[in-house]
């Protein structure tokens, strides 16, 4: 049987993905500052409202929910409209302040039931969970959950692992499609900014910008995606003003 597929609706990735991401997988969108992280991911959630009628929950640990309406506007997205019509819900995290992040995100998830979840950005999010877990009296302490399971020393290293695959086995409990976002330094070698989210995750799209001279030049390289066979060259991809798209679109076209 065909693995089921979930498609993006971005032109011409669906095509470079074989028909779209698998289904309930999770995936890492990765890139440097202003790449297109959260346009590529919002745009995901947008057309799985307008496209398929799939109900879609942004949970952002960076903008505010007015920042991105404003930004959705910019590219024709009514973020509102379609909240009002329960295919859309925006949920903003003041990491700061929130305790029990996950707990929160598992009664969001059952009671919105969305099949389609982002996580803009598991980098915030992640840090701020290891903050919360260095503080004695939260009840979701990941430091004791790093200490009992591992003979290993507590290095933050080891407690950001634990606490990854201790997130991503709740995040599979959803029956979503998940994408979380990651911020790499211009010139990392790394897909993630932990360096272990990308061993990880099911999937993972890099997004990478190039500017020479006045051109602005994007580029993005599924580097991997289990359970499907993919486009494995850099394929380029510009923002305009309905979103990104990628550049050979006709190519990649279904
Ligand atoms: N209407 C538009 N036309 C063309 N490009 C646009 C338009 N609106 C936004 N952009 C481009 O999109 C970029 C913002 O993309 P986005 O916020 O999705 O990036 P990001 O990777 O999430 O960034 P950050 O690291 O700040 O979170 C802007 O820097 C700009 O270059
Ligand atoms: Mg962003």
Redesign the pocket.
């Known amino acids: 049987m065909a693995v089921e597929k979930v498609k993006t609706g971005i032109p011409g990735l669906d095509k470079a993905l074989e028909g779209g991401i698998p289904k309930n997988n999770v995936v890492l969108v990765s890139?440097?500052?202003?790449?297109?992280?959260?346009?590529?991911?919002?745009q995901y959630l947008i057309n799985g409202a307008k496209l398929f009628g799939e109900k879609g929950l942004y949970i952002s640990t960076?903008?505010k929910r007015k920042e991105l309406i404003k930004?959705g506007t910019?590219?024709g997205w009514d973020i509102e409209g379609l909240e009002q019509k329960n295919l859309l819900k925006i949920e903003y995290f003041d990491v700061v302040q929130s305790d029990n992040a996950l707990e929160k995100i598992y009664d969001l998830y059952t009671a919105f039931t969305p099949k389609r979840i982002v996580l803009?950005?598991l980098t915030t999010f992640t840090d701020s969970l290891l903050v919360s877990g260095m503080r004695e009296d939260t009840a979701f302490s990941m430091v004791q959950v790093a200490e009992s399971v591992s003979p290993i020393p507590r290095t933050e290293k080891v407690v950001a692992k634990s606490l990854l695959y201790h997130l991503m086995n709740k995040i599979r409990l959803f029956d979503a499609t998940v994408m979380l976002?990651t911020?790499l330094p211009e010139k990392s070698n790394f897909l993630s900014a932990d360096n272990i989210s990308e061993f990880i995750c099911d999937g993972v799209i890099a997004?990478y910008y190039l500017g020479v001279g006045s051109v602005?030049n994007r580029s993005m390289i599924i580097r991997k995606m289990r359970y499907t066979s993919h486009e494995k060259k850099s394929i380029l991809y510009?923002?305009?003003?309905n979103g990104i798209h990628l550049i050979k679109e006709e190519e990649y076209k279904i």
Do not use: P, R, V, Y
């Open positions: 890139g440097g500052a202003g790449t297109g992280k959260s346009t590529l991911c919002m960076e903008q930004a910019n590219f803009d950005s976002t911020e997004l602005e510009e923002i305009g003003s």
